[in-house]
């Protein structure tokens, strides 16, 4: 049981590049989320999504584009990396938003822009 | 505005002591209650969920505990273990209304435990 799987677990970017992070899942889960975790702050919502072919805001959505062409896929796109993106990004994905439904975790990017 | 607040920000316990970690919340209108384990250099993994109706829940030497009157939860932990170290996250869910954020995370509380 593979659960999240992110890819890649490390990268390091130079100011300007782009990327794209891979989440995948294998639990038939509706919902999927990306989130960013920087020290002495909580996980904080890039973007998520309810369903294939759709993608809503969270927190903190500047600079991120997301795609769910797939059910099982949640992609991460970074068109120009700064600086203050540099973090480690987490991908989760639930079978529900609510109620008593686990949120289940990728374990992690770490990504350091130059 | 949603919030989740942690106490303390970390902690150094002796193996085998107990310890007790709080989470106050102001998320509105509430749903759940998830506390997480976090290890250093991984993805957080759920320890327990609780809904408005539970006021107390166990997995093995974890306890939490909700009083959602006055939104505060804990988490006991027995018998502390050197394996328990980690950060241990409270997160909040609000009932999903159009936009807004669908888990409210605090910052954690990080806990060390010393043989």
């Known amino acids: 049981n593979a659960g999240v799987t992110q890819t890649p677990k490390f990268r390091v970017l130079k100011t300007g590049q782009s990327m794209t992070l891979l989440c995948a899942q294998d639990?038939?889960?509706?919902?999927m989320y990306w989130y960013r975790q920087d020290p002495g702050m909580g996980l904080r919502l890039i973007h998520y999504?309810?369903?294939?072919?759709?993608?809503a805001k969270g927190e903190v959505p500047d600079g991120y584009n997301v795609s769910r062409l797939k059910k099982q896929n949640f992609l991460l796109g970074l068109e120009s990396a700064a600086p203050s993106q540099t973090s480690v990004y987490f991908c989760?994905?639930?079978?529900?938003?609510?109620?008593?439904?686990?949120?289940?975790f990728g374990q992690g990017t770490r990504l350091t822009v130059v | 505005k949603n919030q989740v607040e942690q106490s303390p920000q970390s902690l150094i316990i002796l193996e085998g002591k107990n310890c007790t970690l709080q989470c106050n919340y102001t998320v509105s209108p509430f749903s759940n209650l998830r506390w997480y384990k976090q290890d250093t250099g991984r993805g957080p993994v759920s320890l327990t969920i609780?809904?408005?109706?539970?006021n107390t829940k166990s997995n093995g030497r974890y306890t939490a505990t909700l009083d959602a009157d006055t939104k505060q939860s804990s988490l006991h932990i027995t018998a502390s273990q050197l394996s328990d170290s980690a950060s241990y996250i409270c997160?909040?869910?609000?009932?999903?209304?159009?936009?807004?954020?669908?888990?409210?995370f605090g910052k954690g509380t990080r806990l060390s435990v010393i043989a």
């Open positions: 989760a994905s639930s079978y529900s938003l609510s109620l008593n439904t686990e949120a289940f």
């Open positions: 997160v909040v869910s609000a009932r999903f209304v159009g936009g807004n954020t669908p888990l409210v």
């Open positions: 999504s309810v369903g294939e072919g759709t993608t």
């Open positions: 609780m809904t408005f109706s539970e």
């Open positions: 639990m038939n889960h509706e919902y």
